[in-house]
């Protein structure tokens, strides 16, 4: 009923740049914020960014803070992050996230209504 698919991972080069995609299929997108999280291995799943309903308010971790940006396209029911300026630390399986809270709020939660599979992005030389 619900899908959420990640696409655009893949192999950077330290100070390069990434844009990942998530395609949801669900119905009433628009009354959905959305978002990102990531986990490396051995360390805990934690939140990168998220965007509010219309796309007029967006949120990010510090770790990313300046570097990444978050957007959204509610005709294609599809949320964007551009990784900019990446770090060997950005590193990991980035997964996307739908939920009807305040993206505010993303920032301090640990489980959310919706989960992609996760696509993994791996910065190195």
């Known amino acids: 009923q619900v899908q959420l698919v990640e696409t655009g991972g893949g192999l950077v080069q330290p100070g390069g740049s990434r844009r990942l995609s998530c395609l949801a299929s669900?119905?009433?997108?628009?009354?959905?914020?959305m978002g990102w999280f990531r986990q490396a291995p051995g360390k805990e799943r934690e939140f990168v960014a998220a965007?509010?309903?219309?796309?007029?308010?967006?949120y990010y971790a510090d770790s990313v803070n300046g570097r990444f940006i978050i957007s959204r396209d509610n005709e294609k029911n599809t949320v964007y992050l551009r990784m900019n300026t990446l770090k060997p630390e950005d590193t990991a399986v980035y997964f996307c996230?739908?939920?009807?809270?305040?993206?505010?709020?993303?920032?301090?939660?640990?489980?959310?209504?919706?989960w992609g599979q996760g696509t993994q992005v791996t910065v190195s030389s």
């Open positions: 669900i119905l009433n997108f628009n009354y959905y914020s």
């Open positions: 965007i509010n309903w219309n796309g007029e308010s967006a």
């Open positions: 996230a739908a939920d009807r809270r305040t993206a505010g709020s993303w920032y301090r939660m640990h489980s959310l209504a919706y």
